[in-house]
């Protein structure tokens, strides 16, 4: 806010004020006498309190900041970014000689070049016809001095003509990037280089965007898109800037027709060469691409899988098959020795087995024996031969487990009417079975 | 205050912004050209949109070809809208929506159940409050991104100052669901008052505004501060009986009565819904039309029973049979200063907003209240008052413009309780100066319900040059009641002083004796307070003038500095807070 200005007096100061620093702290505001109230948020006067607040600035600080922020946004609009210094020689140019003068740098846009906007232009423009004026010259004592300021005139004659533009922008070789040589790309930086080469020669296409070099790590797909886009490349580059003056006069039309042509055909075989030019650059440059090579790698690694797979299968198959048979070798083998030795196990059982029926046998003659044949006294041979001869019958009617349990019972016994007993049961069990018939063995089972 | 969407807004650079005035009964949309707000034509060419949406044969009208439709098509009509978002069916006030689609309780909300799908058999759809809004506010934002040529993002949207949380929820919600980002929602009188203060012409001063919007359905009075360019709402009142359409009912009661006196035969028109529809239309642009001549006519074909009428009215006939409204809008405004605690001679300012406040008798009748040296901001009063119906509008565009490039986070946080709830004042601080009887008089140069940090700064003069005595202290004012000596004429030199007086300080005394010569003087005396500071200026040229400034901080510490003006040096000191 601005002061207000009261026209009523300040009172005289009284006789005998005296106070150090001519000042004298009486009263205070008390923050009873102050009311919480809500500001509503609206206004630049209370975005600007916002500020204070938020940033804790007091009015002088965020005074100071904002004029601050005021004056720095003057000097965005000031075209310091287009003044360059002047080169004494360029000032020296002859406006004849147009054709070979390079606008941008008359105009102190040399940094800018194709990418100069028409704005800039014009203030640039604007500038340097300000500091070259013919009669700011004259005042300085320099009459007649306008050539410097033709040269202004006739740049931004061209630059500000958009076909007259690209015309010149086609042949303005200070925005050319030369590829790098070899020995630029030994030291590495393969991709910066050859991304400023295409960068300053997407200026001529057609089409936009144009697709970036990318780096290293660009996928297949971009790498690919990139060089298709660029071995089509829709060029709007001409070569009328450099035709050679067409005489222009009506007096020999012959001539000037002969110098058309001689122009068109050289536009034309500029331009030819333009385009060869473009694809051996890009030959080069997709020779040395490592991203190709790696493509390319990665794709011959694919094709050979299929063969390495398939070989890898036969071989795998081969040492099944080898195992295989070695295991069935390996079971044969186990199952003849099983074999032998089982063969070698049952020749002694049975062994023992004919060992045992022998040794049961002998308990059996044995037992009727020491029953001393069922007889009191000697035993007649008679009563011996029918005895033994029926024992002989019995071990012949029965089998091994037979005679063996048999043998089991007669074992121990002395007594020679438990003898007979057993004898008795047995024939009597046989005689049940139907293996002896009624009246065999009677000299045991009586 | 401000509250965005769910989803992120758009990015500040990529916003186009508007401001919408969404009212009850119209509505308004601005923008910023070459910084000064234009209140937005829709298709129709109007500035003011009727808040109204109609469905016939699954079309969507809105405006002021929906607002047509009350008359054919009121079940389809959905007007009259605005305050039911966010509300629960109970708290809502339906006597508006009697002629056009009623209110319905639909859970939490409100909802309104129209054909808005074509063809016969489709059944009727319900539509909740926040979808209406949705509708309306998706149209509004076609409008206007129609007439600029590029899709509107985002906009400052006005609210009554009584909107609740939820009801700012619940708008900002149905604006997301339209497309919208809401920037902030500001108050609808501050928006007015910023209307007016952007103006090129306007300074910014410490002031007292009275805003007065007086809409279709509520008015509400705002006792607004405005201290250097800020605002601090003082006191608020609403009101729903004094609004346009009781304005528009005595027009139509005394059209029926008058068309009963010519048609005896015929039927009331005010017992037929359609013929009521019709009364009301006419009766409205009857109103609208008196705004702006001494005479207007009312004609409507076929009101009742196939009976055309057609009459005419003077504005002397209208404010009589009105009376009882335009005093009733008196005392809300009477009542508003009152209840924030100060007189009519505190007031500088009257804003009246809204469109009621087109009707001249308002104006002059408020011209009566206040003190002569109050201006009264209406187009009636003073030619260079804004549209009334555009002034939130610009307002709501205005801020737009101004906040636009702040992310949405910023917004938030500049808008946040922390940031604008700030200790005011309570008294003035100014200094002693010395009156021509040799009398100390205050000057104030911090106005009470200043809101703290404030800076000011006064030239003081010092005629006598030497040594001057810069006394800070707290003033107060109260209103000196002078009975009127019988038959003197001395009011001239006073008058002259006090006029001077005026310009001097912010706060202007006067008197609105002059014509009527038997009242009561009231004046507003400035009252010296405790002293907070003495301060000695030495040796000051002749003639000279001393600066005084003063600011006081968030903490309520005040620094002093006084210093010749052009001189070197001065003195500076600091009263600590308590």
């Known amino acids: ?446 | 205050m401000s509250d965005t969407g769910a989803k992120a807004g758009p990015e500040p650079s990529e916003r186009t912004v508007i401001g919408i005035t969404f009212g009850n009964s119209n509505s308004s949309i601005a923008y910023l050209v070459d910084d000064k707000a234009e209140v937005i034509a829709n298709e129709d060419g109007d500035r003011q949109i009727p808040t109204i949406l109609s469905y016939v044969d699954g079309e969507e009208y809105y405006g002021q070809q929906a607002k047509n439709f009350l008359v054919r098509n009121s079940e389809n009509t959905v007007a009259y809208f605005r305050d039911f978002l966010g509300k629960e069916f109970k708290s809502i006030d339906p006597t508006h929506n009697h002629a056009s689609a009623h209110p319905q309780e639909s859970g939490e909300t409100v909802s309104f159940t129209v054909k808005d799908k074509a063809g016969e058999e489709e059944a009727a759809s319900t539509l909740s409050i926040s979808e209406v809004a949705t509708r309306y506010l998706r149209r509004l934002v076609g409008s206007a991104s129609e007439y600029l040529g590029k899709k509107v993002t985002s906009a400052v949207i006005t609210v009554p100052t009584n909107f609740n949380d939820k009801q700012k929820a619940a708008l900002v919600a149905a604006a997301a669901a339209a497309d919208l980002e809401v920037l902030q929602l500001i108050s609808e009188p501050i928006a007015a008052a910023l209307a007016y203060d952007a103006r090129p012409e306007a300074k910014v001063q410490d002031k007292v505004i009275v805003v007065a919007d007086l809409g279709g359905t509520r008015s509400d009075v705002a006792i607004v501060a405005s201290r250097g360019g800020m605002y601090t709402v003082l006191a608020t009142v609403h009101d729903y009986e004094f609004a346009g359409v009781a304005l528009d009912k005595v027009l139509m009661d005394h059209f029926a009565k008058e068309f009963l006196k010519k048609n005896s035969g015929a039927k009331d028109p005010r017992e037929n819904a359609r013929s009521l529809a019709k009364l009301r239309l006419e009766s409205e642009s009857t109103k609208r039309a008196l705004s702006l001549g001494t005479n207007a006519s009312f004609s409507v074909e076929s009101l009742s029973d196939g009976v055309d009428f057609a009459s005419t009215i003077n504005r002397l006939r209208y404010e009589t049979i009105a009376r009882a409204v335009f005093e009733g809008i008196n005392r809300l405004v009477e009542s508003a200063v009152k209840k924030a605690g100060l007189d009519v001679l505190d007031v500088d300012e009257v804003i009246l907003s809204g469109g009621t406040s087109h009707t001249p008798r308002i104006a002059s009748n408020l011209s009566n209240i206040f003190p002569q040296s109050t201006r009264i901001l209406a187009p009636s009063t003073e030619v260079t008052a804004l549209n009334p119906s555009e002034a939130e509008a610009r307002g709501a565009a205005l801020q737009a413009s101004l906040i636009q490039d702040y992310e949405a986070e910023d917004i938030e946080q500049s808008t946040h309780a922390a940031v604008t709830t700030v200790p005011h004042v309570a008294n003035a601080i100014g200094v002693i100066s010395v009156n021509e009887a040799g009398e100390e008089v205050f000057v104030p140069i911090v106005p009470p319900e200043t809101a703290v940090p404030a800076r000011r700064t006064v030239h003081v003069s010092a005629p006598n040059g030497g040594d001057v005595l810069v006394k800070v202290v707290e003033g107060n004012t109260h209103i000196k009641v002078t009975q009127p000596e019988p038959k003197t004429k001395e009011n001239g030199d006073s008058k002259a002083a006090k006029v001077e007086d005026a310009d001097d300080s912010d706060e202007e005394d006067s008197d609105f004796s002059e014509d009527e010569e038997e009242e009561e003087k009231r004046e507003k005396v400035w009252k010296i307070g405790s002293t907070l500071a003495e301060a000695g200026v030495k040796g000051v040229k002749k003639g000279g003038k001393v600066e005084v400034s003063i600011t006081v901080n968030s903490d309520l510490s005040v620094i002093v500095t006084a210093r010749e003006v052009g001189g070197k040096g001065g003195v500076r000191g600091t009263l600590t807070s308590a």
Request: glycine content about 4%.
């Open chain 1, 1 to 446: 806010m601005e002061a207000t200005v009261v026209p009523l007096p300040l009172p005289a100061l009284p006789e005998g004020w005296e106070s150090e620093n001519n000042f004298k702290a009486i009263g205070k505001i008390t923050k009873e006498s102050a009311t919480q109230r809500t500001l509503e948020p609206v206004g630049p006067y209370f975005l600007a309190h916002a500020r204070r607040a938020r940033h804790k600035r007091t009015f002088s600080e965020d005074d100071r900041i904002q004029a601050q922020e005021r004056a720095k946004k003057v000097e965005d609009n000031d075209d310091g970014e287009i003044s360059e210094p002047e080169d004494p020689m360029m000032l020296q140019r002859e406006a004849k000689d147009w054709k070979s003068q390079d606008h941008y740098k008359v105009l102190g846009l040399s940094k800018y070049r194709y990418k100069a906007t028409e704005e800039q232009i014009k203030r640039a423009h604007r500038k340097k016809v300000l500091k070259h004026h013919p009669d700011k010259k004259a005042a300085a004592g320099r009459a007649d001095d306008d050539n410097f300021f033709k040269c202004i005139q006739k740049a931004t004659e061209v630059l500000l003509d958009p076909i007259k533009r690209r015309q010149f922008d086609s042949v303005d070789e200070e925005a050319d990037v030369e590829p790098p040589t070899k020995k630029q790309l030994a030291k590495g930086n393969f991709y910066k280089l050859w991304s400023q080469v295409f960068r300053s020669e997407a200026r001529f296409s057609k089409v936009h965007p144009v697709p970036t070099f990318g780096d290293d790590k660009a996928t297949k797909e971009d790498v690919e898109n990139f060089y298709n886009f660029w071995y089509n490349f829709d060029s709007w580059r001409s070569f009328e800037y450099l035709d050679e003056d067409v005489p222009d006069d009506n007096e020999n039309r012959d001539q000037k027709r002969h110098m058309e042509r001689k122009n068109t055909n050289a536009r034309k075989k500029k331009k030819a060469e333009d385009n060869a030019r473009l694809r051996k650059m890009l030959d080069d440059c997709s020779a040395g691409d490592e991203r190709i090579k790696r493509f390319r790698q990665e794709a011959n690694a694919a094709k050979n899988k299929k063969r390495l797979d398939r070989e890898a299968a036969e071989k795998k198959a081969a040492e099944d098959a080898r195992l295989k048979k070695e295991a069935e070798e390996k079971a044969a083998k186990e199952a003849e020795e099983k074999a032998k030795t089982d063969r070698e196990a049952n020749k002694k059982a049975k062994e023992a087995a004919k060992n045992a029926v022998k040794k049961n046998k002998r308990v059996l003659r044995g037992s009727v024996k020491d029953a001393n044949y069922f007889v009191e006294g000697d035993a007649s041979a008679a009563t011996v031969d029918a005895i033994l001869g029926d024992v002989e019958l019995i071990q012949a009617k029965i089998d091994a487990d037979e005679i063996a349990a048999l043998a089991g019972k007669l074992n121990g016994l002395k007594v020679a009417d438990e003898i007979k007993g057993v004898w008795k049961e047995e024939v009597e069990r046989l005689v049940g079975a139907g293996k002896l018939k009624e009246g065999e063995a009677k000299a045991l089972g009586a």
